[in-house]
């Protein structure tokens, strides 16, 4: 590359001189912020507001860690109390032997049953509901004998649209009452399992 040269430089006055000098530094200076300065800024703060977000991200990952532990103890303990409720829900094996379970109780309570009639059963999410229209005639105390039976057996049963009447002296000189309610017992719902694939036809 060729020198450059400055002599022309020596035909202007000293103020001209340092005016022109100073121009030709303004424009070296204009150039480099154009083409070298500008663009490494702007790259620098992209990278900038990368760093940031991955900070961000960072922050918000070692909080869902940090909480992981608690999520996973919260649902371990809910999932033993599903499998709790579960086991206090009888299966349609079971309805059979519970109605016979509760005819007996009654019976040892010193209950006479005038009406047992099961009722249809009604679906709800994942269990459905078993009701018993049951009329029991005996003493005040029997039936307190019996309600208290029923809600001590294992699974769960509800007593619903409790009612008294007619009331009648025995033999004895005790009262004898009608009591009409309707208990309610749940079985679980087993979800039909969805096919992973459809049937490949059969190639003839």
Known sequence: MADLNFAFLHSYSPLKRCFMLLGILLVLAALFVYFAYLPKRKEAEKLERQLKEARVKLHQTQQIAAQLPDFEN??????????????????????????????????????????????????????????????????????????????????????????????????????????????VTYTFIEQPATPDSKPTKKKK
């Open 74 to 183: 919260e649902f371990a303990n809910l999932t033993m109390a599903f499998k709790k409720a579960l086991n206090k829900l009888p299966d349609n094996k079971e309805i059979p032997a519970l109605l016979l379970k509760i005819t007996k109780l009654g019976k040892d309570a010193k209950l006479s049953f005038n009406l047992f009639q099961p009722l249809a059963i009604r679906a709800k999410d994942f269990y459905a509901e078993v009701p018993i229209d049951i009329e029991v005639s005996g003493s005040y105390h029997a039936v307190g004998n019996f309600f208290s039976q029923i809600c001590a057996m294992p699974r769960i049963v509800n007593i619903n649209n409790f009612s008294l009447g007619n009331y009648q002296a025995d033999s004895d000189g005790g009262n004898i009452l009608k009591t009409r309610f309707q208990a």
